[in-house]
């Protein structure tokens, strides 16, 4: 195919799709980093330890930076003898500061500095900085680990997405030319009707995409869609990515079970890039230890654990504009001292449990991961979408669309299952509409919290916030 073969030829030229970028020094550091995902712990480990402290040299000269680690009695020194083992006594940096203190964070000896942004988990915009450094490091473990899931440079790709500082990139003609060059299509999330979706299949069936790049709901609300049709798709040709999003088993069922491949998970976000991805095993997600370092503490207290649900909390060793040092990235997940029987040695995030903002807290101090109400929803006729939306520590709001189908013995069960957990004495208002809007940046949200996580009335703290 001849856009395939252009397409193939535009990846490996001196310049990317978004910005001015070599691609040839992406295309170098590619091939470095695909050998270090076969190293042992031992090496990774070491290499996490290296950057770090050269990252912490980069910005020792910046007084925020300076006080950030005299906050808890770090010199340069300690650091350079200790290295990543100083990561615990620092404090975790939160969004809010960002916000406020972006402006004394940047190290203007960064080269190529740019914006970014994030449209954040209940719509309020995050704008932070970024090099091109990150930028080149961002781009190669990208490559890697959309190659796990049958991606190629060249291959036509179909994206089911929605940030507007993406699409919106695509709107001139130079915008499609460059869609073209790359060999991709756009799916828009914002509008997933169904006469919009019918559209979308006779695209895709045209295009032939052999990697779809989604949202885990859109594709997930695209699947369901085709079934309803009875429309066996003949595409994509290798596998599907999700990201953004939590991907439930048995959302990933329902999916593979419509397109007939494979789903990888991709766990990553705009602040830090892309950190870990499904191999071909499926049995967790292989961190990029050479890009990140990834905790995953108690919410309530800070310390660290294993093998159970936690916040996440990451720091980055790329970026030099900004430093992303123990940043609360908003998820909840768990990671793993198990070997991935694939043999690499990553350490493996065994699981994404959602946003913190999605996790409710009850009155009582318990914690409930947004998945428990998915899960009251299974086998549950009449539903098209529904929301479970916490606006205060007793005061709960579930917005359904229904068909026909919906009946008020599948409601009473739904509610019981919900107050059973939340608390007999809470207040729990049914709303049933005709939709549900998707966020700012078109993803689906099924649990939304408005309640700090942790927050129970009382004046308590998540561990050390700077």
């Given amino acids: 195919m001849l856009r395939t073969k252009i397409a193939s030829s535009v990846w490996y030229s001196k310049w990317a799709l978004w910005r001015s970028l070599d691609l040839r020094k992406v295309h ?18 070491s290499i996490q330890n290296q950057k770090f402290i050269e990252l912490v040299r980069f910005h020792w000269a910046n007084p925020w930076f300076r006080r950030y680690f005299s906050s808890v009695g770090l010199s340069i020194e300690h650091v350079e003898k200790h290295g990543v083992q100083v990561l615990r006594e620092l404090p975790m940096l939160t969004k809010e500061t960002l916000r406020q203190e972006i402006s004394e964070m940047l190290n203007p000896k960064a080269k190529g500095i740019y914006w970014n942004s994030s449209g954040g988990s209940t719509g309020t915009p995050l704008n932070f900085l ?14 890697i680990g959309d190659e796990m899931a049958g991606w190629y440079p060249g291959a036509r790709v179909a994206r089911l997405w929605g940030a507007p500082s ?16 790359a060999n991709e299509e756009w799916f828009d999330t914002f509008n997933m009707s169904e006469q919009q979706m019918t ?58 079970e419509v397109f007939r491949v494979k789903v990888f998970n991709r766990y990553g976000s705009r602040e830090v890039g892309n950190m870990a991805m499904e191999c071909q095993i499926h049995s967790g997600l292989h961190q990029f230890m050479f890009d990140h370092i990834v905790e995953c503490v108690n919410p309530t207290d800070g310390s660290l654990i294993w093998e159970e649900p936690g916040e996440i909390v990451v720091t980055s060793l790329n970026n030099y504009a900004v430093p992303f040092i123990r940043y609360r990235i908003g998820d909840m997940g768990m990671l793993s001292k198990e070997m991935c029987p694939c043999g690499r040695q990553t350490i493996l995030i065994k699981k994404i449990v959602g946003r913190t903002s999605d996790t409710i807290t009850t009155r009582t101090g318990r914690l409930i991961h947004g998945e428990y109400f998915t899960h009251l929803f299974y086998g549950i006729k009449g539903v ?19 068909t026909p189908e919906f009946s008020d013995n599948s409601l009473s069960r739904i509610k019981r299952g919900i107050l059973n957990v939340v608390g007999e004495g809470s ?9 549900i809007p998707v ?18 009335g009382k004046d308590q703290t998540l561990g050390k916030v700077f």
Avoid: N
């Fill in 28 to 45: 170098d550091l590619y091939h470095r980093k695909k050998c270090l995902l076969e190293s042992s712990r031992e090496r990774l480990e």
């Fill in 130 to 143: 970024q090099d091109e450094h990150y930028l080149v490091e961002s781009t190669a473990t990208t490559w």
């Fill in 166 to 181: 993406d699409v919106g990139k695509l709107s001139s003609w130079w915008g499609a030319l460059k869609l073209w060059l």
């Fill in 199 to 256: 559209v979308y299949h006779k695209r895709m069936s045209e295009f032939q995409p052999e990697v779809i790049v989604a949202y885990a709901s859109s594709v997930y609300i695209f699947s369901q869609f085709l079934r309803k049709q009875g429309i066996r798709p003949d595409y994509p040709k290798k596998g599907i990515i999700v990201s953004a999003e939590v991907m439930t088993d048995e959302m990933r069922s329902a999916i593979e």
């Fill in 384 to 402: 098209e979408r529904f929301q479970f939306i916490q606006d205060t520590l007793d005061r709960y709001r579930l917005l359904i669309v229904s």
């Fill in 427 to 435: 207040e729990l208002i049914v709303e049933f509409v005709k939709d």
């Fill in 439 to 456: 966020t700012v940046t078109g993803k689906y949200r099924f649990t939304i919290s408005k309640v700090p996580l942790g927050y129970s």
